[in-house]
């Protein structure tokens, strides 16, 4: 294809990227502004001396230009304002952001309603991200950080029974004949996999209505709910993606990740399922954003709450809430024990390198140890994955460079199937190598999304134009909805619910795209 299709954006009214405008975001933005105002609050009923007084006004301050500046910005927005450039606050991309933003208001497409949705949405993170950094007390305050370990304490029945899954695969392998059976090894992976796949519904930028009780449905974990979910997988290359796999030795593993809580929960199950019961990959680099993003996008301080929540979760097997970190009912006792096993591996694995967060200080090469020059420049900066670019507009950057010599990259998500497909408007049929142009090739891919924008590649023709022509399948693109039920089982009295919703139930692809 000589010319590329136009990126989305909401001067469609019928498009994602409108609905996103229009509801999304000023969502988002109230969220934000009720997170910092809850922060105030509690910083004026808690001051004691004279001394923090001071030093509480002085925040305090600060936390009120940020509710101004952010009800500013959605005033804004709501009457398509033209985004404004980005304040310098020393971070990238600033410069990056800005002369984008002035070649599209060159182009009449500087607004809210005509902006390209990629870089506009990419863009309000990163406006969002300077509130805090140029202000004296709030730099690290994170404004999603609280709806993010809400959510996963709401994920417990998930994670136990996730825990418990692998520790009976432990115990299988104790038996000696699982790494070389690569039968049963091809079996586990195709449950790994749609496990990890179909954890990525989880995203809180888009579930902005839905309540914890709705998002816990998201969390499949069920064979059987697997099994009735498959046919909702449009492109399915698990197969493709064993037989690479288990041609690889002693591989390294890279994560581009998504969603942090319980689908980082399930990246980490894969990630050691690898590593601890195969011989194929011998080591996993994560690779989180720098600064919160897109609401629910894994940062390093994400991944220390993971690990702190997961050491402890239950002080006691009471039902006593006050000793739980999850919301759901107390664990058994082999529930508890299994998350203990793998809290504790886990924790070996960051500190002996198998496990590393790229360019993350204190999680990468261990989780108290330093970061060596010659591993960052290696990696490329985790800076990386806050541009606004598609990747085939960055393929020969930094931080795609340091994904060379991977034996399997897995990017994680809506975010980064629409930056793999440039989030243009691909007519039917359009194959994945297209839409990923130069990046095609160069790297072994296997992309896990489940869909969340109109954006579609790698699909026949005939059925992207039956599944949009075709009134049950209505919306398919961004939220197809088919409820599917598994039963759940009794410990210790109480129901363990794995009724789980697959997919509000989302429709979804799993790509395989191996290097030429």
């Not at 229009?22 to 001396?49: F, G, M, Q």
């Not at 072994?444 to 924008?453: D, F, G, H, V, W």
């Amino acid at each position: 294809m000589a010319t590329l299709p136009p990126p989305y954006d909401p001067t469609v009214k019928t498009s994602f990227s409108y609905t996103t405008v229009v509801k999304r975001w000023p969502v988002i933005i109230t969220n934000l502004i009720d997170c910092v105002y809850k922060a105030n609050h509690e910083l004026a009923v808690t001051s004691t001396t004279s001394v923090t007084d001071d030093l509480v006004k002085k925040k305090i301050e600060e936390g009120k230009a940020i509710i101004e500046k952010a009800s500013k910005l959605k005033y804004e927005m709501a009457r398509d304002r033209p985004l404004t450039p980005i304040p310098d606050d020393g971070g990238p991309h600033i410069e990056l952001y800005n002369t984008e933003l002035d070649r599209l208001s060159a182009n009449g497409q500087g607004t809210w309603f005509t902006a390209p949705w990629l870089y506009a949405e990419c863009y309000l993170y990163r406006f969002f991200r300077t509130f805090f950094s140029l202000t004296e007390h709030w730099t690290q305050f994170d404004p999603f950080f609280t709806l993010k370990e809400d959510t996963f304490k709401g994920s417990g029945a998930a994670v136990y029974q996730l825990a418990l899954t692998m520790s009976e695969i432990d115990a299988e392998a104790e038996k000696g004949s699982l790494e070389k059976d690569l039968a049963r090894l091809e079996v586990l992976f195709d449950e790994m996999i749609q496990m990890c796949f179909w954890g990525n519904a989880t995203d809180l930028s888009l579930l902005t209505t839905l309540s914890t009780g709705d998002i816990e449905k998201l969390q499949t974990v069920g064979k059987e709910a697997q099994a009735a979910s498959r046919k909702y997988i449009l492109r399915d290359d698990i197969d493709a993606a064993w037989q690479h796999l288990k041609s690889l030795n002693n591989a390294r593993l890279d994560f581009v990740l998504d969603n942090s809580g319980f689908e980082y929960f399930t990246d980490l199950i894969l990630a050691d399922f690898l590593v601890t019961h195969t011989g194929f990959i011998n080591s996993v680099v994560f690779h989180p954003k720098d600064v919160p993003w897109f609401v629910s996008d894994v940062t390093p301080p994400d991944v220390r709450a993971l690990l702190s929540a997961i050491s402890d979760p239950s002080s006691s097997t009471s039902a006593d809430p006050e000793h739980q970190y999850f919301t759901t009912p107390p664990p058994s006792p082999a529930h508890l024990a299994a998350l203990h096993k793998l809290h504790y591996r886990w924790l070996k694995y960051f500190e002996n390198g198998t496990f590393r967060v790229n360019g993350a200080p204190g999680l990468e090469g261990g989780l108290s140890g330093g970061v060596g020059e010659q591993r960052r420049a290696r990696d490329g900066g985790m800076e990386f994955w806050t541009r606004f670019g598609s990747y085939r507009e960055l393929v020969d950057f930094e931080g795609m460079a340091g994904l060379e010599g991977s034996g399997l990259v897995i990017f994680k998500g809506d975010l980064n199937y629409r930056k793999l497909t440039g989030d243009l408007q691909w007519p039917a049929g359009a194959t994945f190598e297209e839409a990923m142009g130069p990046l095609a090739g160069k790297l072994p891919i296997l992309s896990l999304r489940t869909n969340k924008a109109d954006v579609i590649a790698g699909l026949p023709k005939e059925l992207v134009e039956k599944m949009d022509s075709d009134p049950e399948t209505n919306g398919w693109r961004t939220s197809g909805r088919s409820v599917i039920w598994a039963s759940g089982q009794s410990v210790r009295g109480w129901t363990w619910t794995y009724e789980f919703f697959v997919a509000a139930t989302r429709w979804g692809v799993i790509t395989f795209i191996p290097k030429a």
